[in-house]
């Protein structure tokens, strides 16, 4: 007796990509978008109340994106092999798990009233946000059409900025007090000074609080829905896999995805430095700010990249990738020039503004580098080690945290501005492979399917 054969809404081509989106399962990866980006955005607000609470340097507090990052960094080559040997389901359940864990370990950190301990917390977090990265964003380029996979990474990631915009809310109400915590602390006896930091610390837990219920409804979400496999197969049908030493064998000659990896440590290099360090220039160059007044340049940063993600998500459709993003970084960089320049509040609002023109930069980064790899039995490790580049957002926002401690933070930003422009020169070398705006891409996509279909 021969079992029945599974059948799905999708159709599953031999290169790993479908013949169309299901649309609940994208939605649930998608999802996972947020997640990553309310971590990421809680970092910016833990940075601030750090640096008051244990008194730390500029430079110190970058130790938060280094352990943040810095976990990425580490496990995104387990992950890949991880999701090599399983699916890349089971990538995303584990990473789900892990960033659970990293949420908890916060509550004990709390009591203790340390750095290290939050910084260990962070790290486990960022494990299970490596997993979740290394599997979600190779997975949604592949959740369809080829043709439509930057695009496709794109409106995933407007969830994204929606995250981000949810972190900084939980942190500017539910940790953030009406006040300026270093100048309150500054006018206590340091035994009161002391007491009052800790309970400063307690009140980080309550955005995690909510975050551990989203986990736990998303990893049965998970568990209990069916998703393809998205991996490349043989002429008989089954998954066709490659080893760890093959894959790097292969990607050692490929020039253009090196090239890349490296946009990409850049890119987020200036990123995590901008959202670093926004409220930190605001309260300096304007003491009289309470926290919760920094934490609204935050707001307006996020507020403007969510934006930025739609706008650009329309016009990728319409223009050429590479010459849009070379604008944005350009655009990117001119106002970074204007935050170092200017000795006005117009300063804080350029940082701010700059988020209009960083949204597509890492997706599509992302996605170009993943196509330059077309034999698709190495793609989950060639994702892990894009993934890897976040570490440039553990390296250069230490950098900078440096160079404001010698000088002073509105010049720190000087950093950034040279690493946007950096990118903007590698979009512009890419623009050579990128000679077919989207309509022709797809006309052309529509042409190869009449060929291919067979006749009646």
């Known amino acids: 007796m021969t079992s029945k054969k599974e059948t799905h809404p999708w159709i599953e081509l031999p290169d790993g990509y479908l013949n169309r989106t299901p649309v609940f399962q994208f939605i649930l990866v998608s999802v996972l978008f947020a997640m990553w980006a309310i971590a990421s955005s809680l970092n910016d607000i833990l940075i601030t109340q750090f640096k008051a609470v244990f008194n730390l340097s500029d430079l110190a507090t970058a130790f938060v994106q280094s352990a943040f990052y810095g976990g990425y960094f580490i496990i995104a080559i387990p992950a890949s092999l991880f999701i090599k040997k399983s699916s890349y389901k089971m990538g995303i359940i584990a990473g789900l798990a ?58 995933a990631q407007v969830m994204n900025a929606f995250g981000l915009i949810v972190g900084i809310l939980l942190g500017k109400y539910l940790v953030f007090q009406n006040s300026n915590l270093k100048t309150e602390m500054a006018k206590m006896a340091p035994a009161a000074a002391h007491a009052y930091g800790v309970q400063q610390l307690g009140r980080t837990l309550a955005p995690y609080k909510y975050v551990l219920i989203v986990l736990v409804l998303l990893i049965i979400a998970f568990a209990v829905t069916k998703f393809p496999s998205a991996r490349p197969k043989t002429a008989v049908g089954t998954v066709d896999r490659a080893t760890f030493g093959e894959t790097i064998t292969y990607l050692l000659h490929n020039r253009r995805y090196w090239g890349g990896v490296a946009s990409q440590f850049i890119y987020i290099g200036a990123q995590t430095g901008i959202w670093s360090f926004t409220m930190r220039l605001a309260l300096n160059m304007f003491p009289d700010f309470t926290d919760r007044d920094a934490s609204d340049f935050m707001l307006w940063s996020y507020g403007l990249f969510l934006v930025g993600r739609f706008i650009a998500s329309y016009l990728l459709t319409k223009f050429r990738e590479t010459r849009l993003l070379a ?86 930003f ?19 492979h990128d000679k077919k705006t989207p309509k022709q891409k797809r006309i052309e996509a529509e042409r190869e399917v009449v060929v291919e279909s067979p006749t009646v």
């Not at 077309?374 to 440096?402: C, D, F, H, S």
Request: proline residues 4%.
């Open 98 to 155: 892990c960033f659970a864990a990293g949420c908890f370990i916060f509550f004990p950190a709390s009591t203790m009233a340390t750095y290290a301990p939050f910084l260990f917390a962070i790290f486990v977090e960022a494990i299970g946000l490596s997993f979740l990265e290394t599997s979600a964003d190779t997975y949604a380029t592949l959740l369809g059409p080829k043709r439509l996979g930057t695009v496709r990474l794109n409106v």
């Open 327 to 412: 604008v944005y970084m350009v655009l990117g960089t001119i106002m970074l020039i204007g935050t170092v320049s200017l000795h006005s509040i117009a300063a804080v609002w350029m940082a701010a503004g700059v988020s209009l023109f960083l949204g597509p930069g890492w997706p599509t980064i992302y996605s170009r580098t993943l196509e330059t790899v077309e034999n698709r039995r190495y793609t989950e490790t060639a994702g892990a080690i894009i993934v890897m580049a976040i570490v440039g957002g553990a390296v250069l926002p230490m950098l900078q945290g440096a160079l404001s401690d010698a000088t002073n933070m509105q010049l720190s």
């Open 414 to 432: 000087i950093l950034p501005a040279i690493e946007l422009f950096i990118v903007a020169m590698y979009f512009c070398t890419e623009m050579k």
